[in-house]
């Protein structure tokens, strides 16, 4: 009996000294980055379509963080991991491995502190309804997110990022992983829940730059799992 005791305190204090960030929902979108006709700037110049599989790994419930997974190549995934409250990482894993596990360790080696340094923005940005769009015979919301300072695009060339939203997937918070945009959603509220059908960015110039389309969502029961030492969303 005093050993069964001490093993269990062992593994309590084991599991107590991680933290456990929990998903429900697995996505997988389509993103296509559009060729470029106009030489801008700071930006690499893309002569031709590009289009690639992304996953996203979701809390229906906190979205505050999220894990998006993209190919790397035939064997292995690139995953960021990004908690808005202090956490990024950029790991990799073998594509069977990541597949099949319940729980996702990060070693803190992999583990880097996290601040967004654009809240300031929201004052900047705000979120705008447009009409319903209808695709494929079925009513969409949309909205967009842009500027709201006219000599600020002017100046810095600024553009803005569309959000179809799927009316029937009220159950799940909206999905911000462009931190401009969960700092003003968390500041103002004022875009509805619901998993976006497709998100699309137009630049400056009024080009079409990248687009994601759903492919299909499932439920999962995932979990990633930090060691305290690297839990930098508490203050040490």
Same mark, same amino acid.
């Given at each position: 009996?005093?050993?069964?005791?001490?093993?269990?305190?062992?593994?309590?204090?084991?599991? &107590?000294?991680?933290?456990?960030?929990?998903?429900?929902?697995?996505?997988?979108?389509?993103?296509?980055?559009?060729?470029?006709?106009?030489?801008?700037?700071?930006?690499?110049?893309?002569?031709?379509?590009?289009?690639?599989?992304?996953?996203?790994?979701?809390?229906?419930?906190?979205?505050?963080?999220?894990?998006?997974?993209?190919?790397?190549? +035939?064997?292995?995934?690139?995953?960021?991991?990004?908690?808005?409250?202090?956490?990024?990482?950029?790991?990799? &894993?073998?594509?069977?491995?990541?597949?099949?596990?319940?729980?996702?360790?990060?070693?803190?080696?992999?583990?880097?502190?996290?601040?967004?340094?654009?809240?300031?923005?929201?004052?900047?940005?705000?979120?705008?309804?447009?009409?319903?769009?209808?695709?494929?015979?079925?009513?969409?919301?949309?909205?967009?997110?842009?500027?709201?300072?006219?000599?600020?695009?002017?100046?810095?060339?600024?553009?803005?990022?569309?959000?179809?939203?799927?009316?029937?997937?009220? &159950?799940?918070?909206?999905?911000?992983?462009?931190?401009?945009?969960?700092?003003?959603?968390?500041?103002?509220?004022?875009?509805?829940?619901?998993?976006?059908?497709?998100?699309?960015?137009?630049?400056?110039?009024?080009?079409?730059? +990248?687009?994601?389309?759903?492919?299909?969502?499932?439920?999962?029961?995932?979990?990633?799992?930090?060691?305290?030492?690297?839990?930098?969303?508490?203050?040490?």
């Amino acid at each position: 009996m005093k050993l069964l005791i001490t093993t269990f305190l062992l593994i309590s204090t084991y599991c &107590f000294s991680q933290k456990q960030y929990e998903f429900d929902y697995l996505l997988e979108y389509e993103i296509t980055f559009y060729k470029d006709s106009i030489k801008i700037k700071n930006r690499k110049f893309r002569k031709e379509d590009k289009t690639i599989k992304k996953y996203y790994l979701t809390n229906s419930k906190k979205n505050n963080y999220s894990a998006v997974i993209t190919e790397l190549d +035939s064997l292995n995934y690139k995953m960021i991991f990004k908690d808005e409250n202090g956490i990024y990482s950029n790991v990799t &894993f073998l594509k069977s491995d990541l597949n099949k596990a319940e729980f996702i360790n990060i070693d803190c080696k992999n583990v880097s502190r996290y601040e967004n340094p654009f809240k300031y923005q929201t004052k900047n940005y705000d979120f705008f309804k447009l009409n319903d769009t209808v695709i494929s015979e079925k009513t969409f919301w949309m909205y967009k997110l842009e500027s709201i300072k006219p000599k600020k695009v002017k100046r810095k060339k600024l553009g803005t990022e569309y959000y179809i939203l799927d009316k029937g997937t009220s &159950f799940h918070l909206p999905i911000l992983n462009f931190s401009t945009a969960y700092e003003e959603w968390k500041k103002e509220g004022n875009l509805p829940n619901g998993i976006f059908q497709q998100k699309y960015f137009i630049d400056y110039y009024g080009q079409l730059d +990248s687009k994601e389309e759903l492919i299909n969502y499932w439920k999962t029961d995932k979990k990633i799992v930090i060691n305290n030492d690297c839990d930098y969303t508490e203050k040490k």
